[in-house]
C-alpha cells in the first residue's frame, strides 16, 4: 500500500487482523477471553495501524484517503462498542457513517476530477479512483440507509 511504507505498520496491521479474527472465532463460539482478544485487536488497529497508514497517507500527498481512514477507525471502534454493549455506539457509527458520506467522498471525487491525468496519475488510474469513490458510495449510502436516526444523540447532548 501506499501510504503505508514502514514495516511496524504492515506489522501491527497483520497482528491486529489476526487478532480480531481470532477474537471473532472466540466470540462466535462463546470461548473464554473472546473479549479481551476481540478489543485488544480492535484497539491495536485503531490505535496503531491506522495512525502509522494516516501519517504515510499525509506525506505521500493523499490527504483525502488519511482523512477517510480516520472516520473508517471512528467507524470501525462504533462497531467494537456496539459489539461489546457499550454506550455511544450509535453516535460512533452514524457520525461516521454520515462524515464519509457527506464529507470525505465528495472530496475525493473533486479531487479525482480536477486532477489532470499525467505521467504520475494516469488515466487508468483516475478511472479506478473513480470506480473505487462510486463503490464506496452505495456501500455507505446503503449503510446510512440502515441507520436509525431518530435515536442518534445529539453531539451537543454528549457529558463532556
Known amino acids: 500500500m501506499q501510504g503505508l511504507s514502514s514495516k511496524i505498520g504492515t506489522w501491527i496491521g497483520m497482528a491486529s487482523a489476526v487478532m480480531i479474527m481470532i477474537g471473532c472465532c472466540f466470540k462466535a463460539f462463546h470461548l473464554q477471553g473472546a473479549a479481551f482478544v476481540f478489543v485488544a485487536g480492535m484497539a491495536l488497529f485503531c490505535f496503531g495501524f491506522i495512525p502509522v497508514l494516516a501519517v504515510g497517507l499525509f506525506k505521500n500527498g493523499r490527504g483525502v484517503l488519511a482523512l477517510g481512514s480516520v472516520f473508517s477507525s471512528a467507524l470501525i471502534l462504533g462497531a467494537l462498542f456496539k459489539v461489546m454493549h457499550w454506550p455511544y455506539a450509535n453516535f460512533l457509527i452514524s457520525w461516521s ?41 452505495a456501500f455507505f449510502a446503503t449503510w446510512y440507509l440502515l441507520l436509525d436516526l431518530s435515536r442518534t444523540p445529539s453531539p451537543y447532548s454528549l457529558p463532556l
Open 97 to 137: 457513517v454520515s462524515l464519509i458520506l457527506f464529507g470525505v467522498l465528495p472530496l475525493h471525487f473533486i479531487k479525482t476530477f480536477r486532477t489532470p491525468p499525467r505521467d504520475a496519475y494516469a488515466e487508468e488510474v483516475k478511472q479506478r479512483d473513480v470506480f473505487l469513490g462510486i463503490l464506496l458510495v
